[in-house]
């Protein structure tokens, strides 16, 4: 079976400018995460979205958005992006059934310049 | 606020070794606690996932532990390998279904000698 797969795997954009990170869960999982790890730290929690709601947000700027389609995957967008939001951006799946062990996918590398 | 601390941030350890890096939590009130591997530059693969009811969880080479009570979680490595080179993560999750969010630690760098 396919893990969770995210795309593009790099990307690099400009001060300003807006970017769409698209993740697909593992087939059958309904819950999607959105995690930012900045280089040196832990990831850390942006959004939860579970049948297309939007059940947790991290202490993340409003312009930081996400969206889930109803085949469970997922979109993150950026707006205005600064040199800050440079990152590996991890998507997560989880199943319906506790103990809802998260499964990550290989991340998106986004530069900033 | 739940805050995760993993000591030391770095380790380096002949081949053939055992070793433990530790995990420690602010927070008892957690539903369960994973452990992760993360090879440079690349995504989170889960180890080990310890529910808040158990107290340990083996998979071969590895052993995890969870005291909920103090606050803490080791990982065992037995018989180091080169290939066990990355960064360690430990996660908790207080989770109310359907609003699942890990706090991580900000990992212990392991480099295995040959």
């Known amino acids: 079976d396919a893990g969770v797969t995210q795309s593009p795997t790099h990307l690099i954009k400009t001060r300003g400018q807006h970017v769409t990170l698209r993740c697909s869960p593992i087939?059958?999982?309904?819950?999607v995460s959105w995690y930012q790890q900045v280089l040196g730290q832990g990831p850390q929690f942006i959004f939860q979205?579970?049948?297309?709601?939007?059940?947790g947000r991290g202490n993340f700027p409003d312009r930081f958005s996400a969206r889930q389609f109803p085949n469970y995957s997922s979109e993150l967008n950026v707006n205005a992006l600064l040199l800050g939001d440079s990152a590996l951006y991890l998507c997560?799946?989880?199943?319906?059934?506790?103990?809802?062990?998260?499964?990550f996918g290989p991340g998106t590398r986004l530069t900033v310049t | 606020k739940q805050e995760v601390t993993q000591i030391p941030a770095a380790l380096s350890v002949p081949e053939g070794e055992n070793l433990v890096l530790n995990c420690s939590f602010t927070?008892?009130?957690?539903?369960?606690l994973q452990w992760f591997r993360q090879d440079p530059g690349k995504g989170l693969t889960s180890l080990l996932l310890?529910?808040?009811?158990?107290r340990e969880q083996t998979s071969g080479r590895l052993n995890a532990s969870l005291d909920k009570s103090s606050g803490r979680s080791t990982l065992y490595i037995a018989a180091s390998q080169p290939g066990d080179s990355a960064t360690y993560l430990c996660?908790?999750?207080?989770?109310?279904?359907?609003?699942?969010?890990?706090?991580f630690g900000t990992g212990t760098r392991l480099t295995i000698i040959p």
């Open positions: 927070d008892s009130a957690i539903y369960n």
């Open positions: 996660a908790v999750i207080i989770s109310n279904f359907g609003n699942e969010k890990l706090t």
């Open positions: 997560a799946s989880s199943g319906t059934a506790y103990p809802y062990e998260q499964y």
């Open positions: 310890i529910q808040s009811s158990q």
């Open positions: 087939s059958g999982h309904k819950s």
């Open positions: 979205y579970y049948e297309k709601e939007e059940r």
